[in-house]
């Protein structure tokens, strides 16, 4: 709790300081410090983790896909209320049971003029570019993270799944029905890449991007700034009028953010995602809404995200670390889920920026979630020593001290939970360590009670639940807890094969229940996108997936 609030007394001195900063001429700089011409519009952006690549194949992390969704489309794309809508393809058709999935694409499309291209111009995009673009990701050669994307495919059709009949047709078959799949085909690792391009730069196409979206490459020195510049031969138009607005993208990489804080107070940044300890305080209220000084000043988005924190616990018996760990006992598991105040931790740490998690581990904000059908745990402290009483740990004796993981990113909520699981006898000692050796422990199963996030790589349920398949142990898939229960699996894949919505979702939340009663995990919240805007720029629009999209923004 401390921790949270050691910056406040500073920025409290320093707010009447950066409001007057705040409420000169904001955006002087944006055009001339990039074209040295007459100001243009410019939005600017501060991405503090970095971005290691332009290229849709490594599209993995957000800061990889915000870049990339401005260069780069798809056969579809997702609206604000995560709608499946057109892109380059107008239409499309699935038949044959779920099986064939056939996409009619515009003929107004154009790569990016480039010097490679003939004459230097943009060439028209074709069927046979998506079908080497999505070979492509499937390329162990290429080594895509997003190979997985199209571990359906029936590789007999086609050419190993894909087929162009004609210019404007695509084809693509499956080896069994899938309800997401249309889902998957939002994602970034999906865009459409020209193959000669690609191909004259072999792996160096991570900074020497082509695409046909809104933006185009111009410069990235790695580390200090990335600048992408208007696509005048945009296909997508908005109310008659051609997309984008903005004349370029301008992103800086402070990687203190506090510092990028003070560039977005003072009007050198026009737009700030997620609110770090050390001024959410300054920013929002108790109530989660912002503060009332800053009225005027910036605006405030909000959005569900489908994101769950959580920690998990390694129920792999096999493993002898698990073996040797009292966590191995559901009554203890299902212990430590009741010992822990969700809402206070929401309301306290977060500022009500969240969703208590007790309702299952689907997240907020998608479809499938209801939080009346699933059975998850609220704070009851008295039902947790009664568990452990029955687990043979009464008052939490003979329990030995068990070691949480984490970051330093989480370190307050996971204080917090360490005190509350202390008043019911559960003696637990926080181990951080950093980010990158925690998710190679994880991963390798090396520790058996973690803090960990889930963040949608699509819109579906189906995303989450793969986490606790027995198909998908770690470290070849996602499921951290090596979680396996037969009833569980029969429904997963029961639910994979179900186009009808209303009788998949119910699949789903049966295997949300039994997360919750057999306690692989402890969901701790379902996060919120909380975004600061500054109040001259308007058309950002924010959806549960927390994808940046600016075709349409524009600056007053």
Known sequence: MNKIHSFHPLLNWLLPILIFTCCGSPGKKDGTAITG?????????????????????????????WAVNQVFNGLVQMDEKLNIVPCIAQTWKI????????FHLRNDVYFQDH????????RKVTAADFKHSFFRITDPEVASPGAWIFNNLDRSKGFSGFDSPDDSTFILWLQKPFAPFLGL???????VVPHEIVEFYGKDFRNHPVGTGPFRFKQWEEGVKLILVKNENYFEKSDGQQLPRFNAISVAFLSDPHAAFLEFLKGELDFLSGLEPGYKDLVLTKNGELNPEFNGKFIMQGEPYLKTDYIGILVDESMDIVKKSPLQNKLVRQAINYGINRVDIVRFLRNNVGTPGISGFIPAGLPSFD???????NYNPEKARTLLAEAGFENGDGLPETVLTTT????????????????????????????????EMVARGNVNFFRKTWVADYPDAENFLACFYSKNFSPAGPNYTHFHNENFD???EKSQ?????????GYYRQMDQIIMDEAPVVVLYYDRIVRLVQNNISGITCNPMNLLTLKKADKK
């Open 490 to 492: 029969r429904l997963y």
């Open 185 to 191: 085909l939002t994602t970034q690792y999906c865009s």
């Open 371 to 377: 939080s009346t059908r699933v059975r998850g745990y």
């Open 497 to 505: 094969s179900e186009l009808l919505d209303s009788v998949r979702f």
């Open 408 to 439: 330093s990113a989480f370190l307050d909520v996971l204080e917090y939970v360490q005190y509350q699981l202390g008043e019911i006898g559960i003696k637990i000692k926080i181990e951080v360590v950093p980010a990158a050796t925690h998710r």
């Open 37 to 65: 011409e007459k100001p243009r519009k410019v939005f600017r952006y501060n991405e503090a983790a970095g971005i290691s690549s332009l290229d849709p194949a490594f599209a993995r992390n957000v800061e990889n896909i």
């Open 95 to 102: 038949t044959e049971y779920g099986l064939k999935y056939t």
């Open 115 to 122: 010097e490679k291209f003939d004459g230097g111009k943009g």
